[in-house]
């Protein structure tokens, strides 16, 4: 502090605009430095997703809340630590790129970008309410800061190697993440996307699987064998990381390790749990796309404080 004291300094106000169009800018070159929160306020925000999806699917009547928890730690990792963002300008041409393709987890990708402040966290309680800019699959013709509509599984890998491909072709430096569920690797577009992105060499590119070993019907084992999944995104060319989902320093470092992989993509599974943090949806597969009921809501929102 001068010896005048605060606030005593008379402002050019030439120079206070030249600042503050600098501070403008320099957001906008690092703007995913915003949040700069620690392990243990991340993985408050995580449980704080989770209470939204809890309240948004009980609140709509409808939902998919077993697969939007399990990814909770995924997302908190990515919004709040990972992505190079401006939530102020969600097109920004630099920014990096989510695409959630398992679009029935909406609910999370919501969350997040409420949080992050791409809309007000009020506007979460209009979840599949219609008009609403916040339907119950991604829209991004609707959604501020939703890059792909999705919901049809099988098809965000795909999306994303076109906009790896363009930001090599564009000569930027943005980063490429989809998040896939276990159970959506049963499409074959998967494994077709997959040949291509090896073969593109895309190292801009990063797929993550929510591996919670659950899908609509149940255990991926009964209804599709997976295993061994990494071997196999390994065997099209991936360099492939095995995480715990829930643990944020495992996908932290994931992440950074996969921008020092030069020449192919990575893919991260991530063993999750379906429903993690509420226990009656835990490993259940009712809660596949099945919303709480009013007794089931207050029970999980007492879990989850
Ligand atoms: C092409 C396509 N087929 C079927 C469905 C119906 N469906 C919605 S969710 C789901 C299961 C997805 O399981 P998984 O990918 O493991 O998601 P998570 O466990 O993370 O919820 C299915 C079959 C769909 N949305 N799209
Ligand atoms: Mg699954």
Not at 49 to 71: D, E, F, N, Q, W
Not at 201 to 206: M, P
Not at 213 to 228: A, F, H
């Amino acid at each position: 502090m001068s010896s005048s004291g605060r606030g005593a300094k008379k402002e050019n106000p030439e120079a206070s605009a030249d600042n503050k169009a600098e501070a403008i800018v320099s957001t906008r070159r690092n703007p995913s430095l915003a949040p700069s929160l620690s392990l243990d306020e991340m993985s408050s925000m995580a449980k704080k997703l989770r209470r939204h999806v809890i309240t948004m699917i009980g609140k709509a009547g409808s939902g998919h809340p077993g697969g939007s928890l399990s990814a909770a730690e995924i997302v908190t990792a990515l919004f709040f630590k990972i992505l190079r963002l401006d939530p102020a300008n969600p097109r920004w041409a630099e920014r990096d790129r989510f695409i959630l393709s398992k679009g029935h987890a909406a609910p999370i990708l919501y969350a997040a970008l409420a949080e992050r402040g791409y809309f007000p966290v009020e506007e979460l309680a209009t979840l599949r309410i219609l008009g609403s800019c916040l339907q119950g699959h991604c829209d991004m013709t609707a959604t501020r800061g939703v890059e792909m509509s999705s919901g049809s599984l099988g098809q965000g890998l795909s999306f994303g190697i076109g906009i790896a491909l363009a930001g090599r072709l564009d000569a930027r430096d943005y980063r490429v993440y989809v998040l896939m569920g276990d159970g959506e690797c049963d499409e074959g577009q998967v494994w077709e996307a997959a040949m291509a992105s090896a073969h593109f060499k895309l190292d801009n590119l990063v797929a993550i699987v929510d591996h919670n070993e659950l899908q609509i019907d149940g255990w991926n084992r009964d209804v599709m064998s997976l295993e061994p999944l990494a071997e196999k995104w390994k065997a099209f060319g991936w360099h492939a990381i095995e995480v715990n989902g829930h643990e944020l320093s495992q996908l932290i470092s994931a992440f950074d390790e996969a921008k020092l992989v030069k020449g192919k993509p990575t893919v991260i599974i991530a063993h999750t749990i379906k429903g993690k943090g509420v226990s009656f949806m835990e490993n259940n597969v009712d809660f596949h796309g099945k919303a709480p009921t009013l007794a089931e809501m207050e029970k999980a929102l007492e879990e989850l404080k």
